[in-house]
Each structure stands twice: as structure tokens, then as C-alpha cells.
């Protein structure tokens, strides 16, 4: 079946570095993958998308990489403040509208 | 993008009662989607709510258990019957924006049900 797999449950660093997370994925070939931002008691909020044929892509101090031969995506964001603290979603879809979601990681950036 | 407008953001509700939640679109989009997300767990698709038919719902999940209304291209409902403590979790009301780099799902807020 399929199945996404997210690096950790939770990930702390220190302000100003770079925060890494992970996303695996089995038993699927997506069309394209994203990457959301879930805070505390609230609805996911779309961040970034990159295809199949992408290997990067960037948004200001967010950059993800999408590599189908290894079936895996890293998502980096620079210059980590305390504000990017929140959990982030990766989701992956195909032509269909049908997305399915990976189960987060909880990541905080510590002052 | 679309935005999305969820009611209640927030209810405490008891066994046994049923709760409707809301959700308006400030566009026309063809499919509405209503998702659950358990404390700790991912989103999970409840149905797929179209317009002037009826819902289609995923497996696990029964018409009985969750009504859906689609009466027009900017509004649905989602109905929690019979709630028991299981149920409580957050709801998230979603649309789809299709590009022609990929579709893209636009949540809503939310509503936090919990269940005593």
C-alpha cells in the first residue's frame, strides 16, 4: 500500500540554523509533491509544490528537493527563526485529485 | 488561491448529540472535500462532496455517520452524528485549485470538535 513516511516526529535546533525534514515515500509514483504548514488547533496552509520532473525549488528562505529515484523529499528552511516553529505536511498527488498527507513533523526552533 | 471560512472554529460537544460544521468558499469550485485529522495522526479524506449529487466517502466512512450537504458551488456542510469521544478531532473543510503545474488543496481553519 502506500505509504509516506516523515523523518521524525519532532525536530528541535537552535535560531539561524538550517531546520532538514525528511519525506519518504513507498509504493507510488506522485505527479508532483507539497509541502504544508500546520499550526496548533489549525488547517494546514500550502507552502510549496515542485514536480516530478523538478528537482528544486524555492520560496524566499524555503527550498525543497525531489528525488524520485530515491523516493524521498527535503524540505530546508534557512535562517530558522521561532516563528517557523510549527508542524510541516508533505503530501503527494497525482493527476487525480486525491492527495494524501504524510503525518507531519513537529519542528521548534529554539531562541 | 481560495479562502475558506469554517464554522464552529471550536465546540465541546456530548456523547450521543450530532453537530453540523460549515464551510464557505469565497469562489465557485466544483469539489469540496472534508478531511479529519486526529491528535497526532495525519489528515485522513472523510468525502468528496460535489454539487448536485451525492457525496462519495471513503472507506471507513458511512453516509449514516457523516451527512454531507453540497446544496451550491460555494457551500457544504458536514454533519457528526451519534458522537462518542472517538470523535473528536479536528475537521477541515478543503478545496482543490488545479494548475497546470499541479493541484493544489486550500484548508480552511478548521473545528475542533472534542467529545465528552
Known sequence: ?111 | SAVISQKPSRDICQRGTSLTIQCQVDSQVTMMFWYRQQPGQSLTLIATANQGSEATYESGFVIDKFPISRPNLTFSTLTVSNMSPEDSSIYLCSVVVSRSTGNTIYFGEGSWLTVV
Do not use: M
Open chain 1, 1 to 111: 500500500s502506500q505509504k509516506i513516511e516523515q523523518n521524525s516526529e519532532a525536530l528541535n535546533i537552535q535560531e539561524g540554523k538550517t531546520a532538514t525534514l525528511t519525506c519518504n515515500y513507498t509504493n507510488y509514483s506522485p505527479a508532483y509533491l507539497q509541502w504544508y504548514r500546520q499550526d496548533p488547533g489549525r488547517g494546514p496552509v500550502f507552502l510549496l509544490l515542485i514536480r516530478e520532473n523538478e528537482k528544486e525549488k524555492r520560496k524566499e528562505r524555503l527550498k525543497v528537493t525531489f528525488d524520485t529515484t530515491l523516493k524521498q523529499s527535503l524540505f530546508h528552511i534557512t535562517a530558522s527563526q521561532p516563528a517557523d516553529s510549527a508542524t510541516y505536511l508533505c503530501a503527494l498527488g497525482s493527476s487525480a485529485s486525491k492527495i494524501i498527507f504524510g503525518s507531519g513533523t513537529r519542528l521548534s526552533i529554539r531562541p
